[in-house]
T-cell receptor, first 109, second 112 residues
Framework: GQNIDQPTEMTATEGAIVQINCTYQ??????LFWYQQHAGEAPTFLSY??LDGLEEKGRFSSFLSRSKGYSYLLLKELQMKDSASYLC??????????WGAGTKLIIKP | IAGITQAPTSQILAAGRRMTLRCTQD?????MYWYRQDLGLGLRLIHY???????GKGEVPDGYSVSRANTDDFPLTLASAVPSQTSVYFC???????????FGEGSRLTVL
């Protein structure tokens, strides 16, 4: 069956590094997305991985291992504005997206 | 500013009433989607449209209908609202059915 697992909530300190994991079991694989969603707002695109390896974009990096059904989002030099939910989504063979429930990241001073 | 506009932003509705959530995009994207987001669950796809004139059912289509008469508009209709349809509804679009999604600001619907 289809399943995407992410931790429900994580806490980190301003200026630190945090890694948010996502594991998936889906019908085929056509790429993995990470989105950021601030409370009461719309999700916004962060990253896309379709090949194994690390994609770096400023303070954010995303990693994918297709053989392990695993991805992580790495956030460096955490800022208070990074407090948000982070959504992992996998695109299946039929091009539909399956979404995880999201990880709520709390940043403390 | 280019993007997706949803209306209304928030609505309280009596059970049994008909309701249409509006969604308009000005990015000329081919694909459009309606999702619902409930606490503790991931976004769930209600209906989608890969191009104007076509629509498809998502994961949770029952009780909802859509139309795609042109590229820009993708309204979602609840024919007879029920309390379980209380949710936040997001409209989204993408250039193709393989691209990143752009989301509207959401419509918070409460059915009493």
């Amino acid at each position: 069956g289809q399943n995407i697992d992410q931790p429900t909530e994580m806490t980190a300190t301003e200026g630190a590094i945090v890694q948010i994991n996502c594991t998936y079991q889906t019908s085929g694989f056509n790429g993995l997305f990470w989105y950021q969603q601030h409370a009461g707002e719309a999700p916004t695109f962060l990253s896309y991985n379709v090949l194994d390896g690390l994609e770096e974009k400023g303070r954010f990096s995303s990693f994918l291992s297709r053989s392990k059904g695993y991805s992580y989002l790495l956030l460096k030099e955490l800022q208070m504005k990074d407090s948000a939910s982070y959504l992992c989504a996998v695109r299946e063979s039929n091009y539909q997206l399956i979404w995880g429930a999201g990880t709520k990241l709390i940043i403390k001073p | 500013i280019a993007g997706i506009t949803q209306a209304p932003t928030s609505q309280i509705l009596a059970a049994g009433r008909r309701m249409t959530l509006r969604c308009t995009q000005d990015m000329r994207h081919n694909a459009m989607y309606w999702y619902r987001q409930d606490l503790g669950l991931g976004l769930r796809l209600i209906h989608y449209s890969n191009t104007a004139g076509t629509t498809g059912k998502g994961e949770v289509p029952d009780g909802y209908s859509v139309s795609r008469a042109n590229t820009d508009d993708f309204p979602l209709t609840l024919a007879s609202a029920v309390p379980s349809q209380t949710s936040v509804y997001f409209c989204a679009s993408s250039e193709t059915n393989t691209g990143e999604l752009f989301f509207g600001e959401g419509s918070r619907l409460t059915v009493l």
